[in-house]
């Protein structure tokens, strides 16, 4: 059996869609948690009257904490083999879980990641594709490093998790962060599984540029975030033991362009040198790991110019040349 959890909170445009794509699934061996987060529209009765309609789907009610609370709560209640989880202003296709599950062969993979599908519109669709994999095997250096790599390793959805790997390893979402929280469970997943299938398959319908959507509802994003995002990479593979060129190279990089981008991002046209001299430096102090970009900064594929300032302390200096060049 597969759990199927969507946290819920104010999506009564949204939220029938999403329900019964899951109810005109091809697969039947499925529940349905909808877990309502304190919704203060119609949601509740709708989730309700779909507890009358189809005996798969239960409702937990609860108090506002967020969409992390939301998914716990799922997760502690779910009985299935294995887990997905679905954003209630989102759907998926008929054959969804379908798909998902012939993946789970005598292999039994604690992960099966699966691409998806961004919609704005009937007309303004965009598939983001993963490159198939039988099996990847998180127990080596290589397969680590190839799942976080994948393009949307970061996101809940699109997946089916082992059951028992969750709740033996005690892997829940932070409810006390309100951004990437999504990206740190993950990391924890990767962190103890085993095994990971990746499939080509993408029936996910992501909805994007919704004003009241779960993920505009979340506050500005913060370099903060991205950095301690890339300690807990950095300690993954660090305790393992794993520290070959390719794993250097991506460390380094990831850990360069949160910062790169961050200033490019925070650096405003007309500020001042002055202004944007204290934005500059207030992020390269920020770098949890000078030396280890200072050791594989020939790895950084960057100007080198841009690197030797950020890696060496040099903010007036990068002022000043993003002046120069009319960036700022």
Not at 75 to 101: H, K, M, N, R
């Amino acid at each position: 059996m597969i759990s199927v959890i969507i946290p819920v909170y104010n999506t009564e445009n949204y939220l029938p869609a999403c329900v019964e794509s899951l109810l005109s699934q091809t697969y039947a061996d499925f529940e349905l948690l909808l877990i309502d987060d304190g919704s203060q529209d119609k949601s509740p009765d709708i989730c309700d009257n779909y507890t009358r309609k189809d005996k798969r789907v239960k409702v937990i009610h609860k108090r506002n904490e967020g969409v992390s609370a939301a998914r716990n709560t799922g997760i502690d209640a779910s009985v299935g083999e294995y887990i997905t989880f679905i954003d209630s202003d989102d759907w998926v296709a008929p054959d969804y879980l379908q798909s998902l599950s012939e993946k789970l062969t005598a292999k039994t993979p604690d992960l099966v990641t699966s691409g998806l599908i961004w919609w704005e519109d009937s007309t303004r669709q965009q598939r983001d594709v993963l490159a198939p994999c039988l099996l990847i095997d998180l127990r080596t250096e290589e397969g680590l490093r190839d799942i976080v790599m994948q393009s949307l390793i970061t996101s809940p959805v699109g997946k089916l998790y082992r059951r028992k790997m969750i709740v033996e390893n005690k892997l829940r979402f932070d409810i006390s962060l309100s951004f990437a929280e999504d990206r740190d469970f993950n990391v924890g997943v990767i962190s103890v599984a085993k095994t990971v299938v990746t499939t080509d398959y993408t029936g996910y319908y992501y909805r994007r540029n919704l004003s009241d959507s779960l993920s505009a509802l979340k506050p500005t994003h913060s370099v903060d975030v991205d950095l301690a995002y890339w300690v807990k990479l950095h300690h993954l593979f660090a305790s393992q033991g794993y520290s070959s060129g390719p794993t250097r190279k991506l460390l380094a990089e990831r850990l360069y362009y949160i910062v790169s981008d961050a200033i490019s991002s925070g650096a405003k046209r007309g500020a001042g040198i002055k202004d944007n001299y204290r934005r500059i430096k207030r992020l390269i102090d920020k770098i949890p790991d000078r030396e280890y970009l200072a050791d594989n900064i020939d790895m950084i594929t960057a100007p080198r110019m841009v690197k030797n300032c950020i890696v060496n302390n040099h903010p007036l200096l990068l002022t000043l040349y993003y002046k120069l060049l009319r960036l700022i």
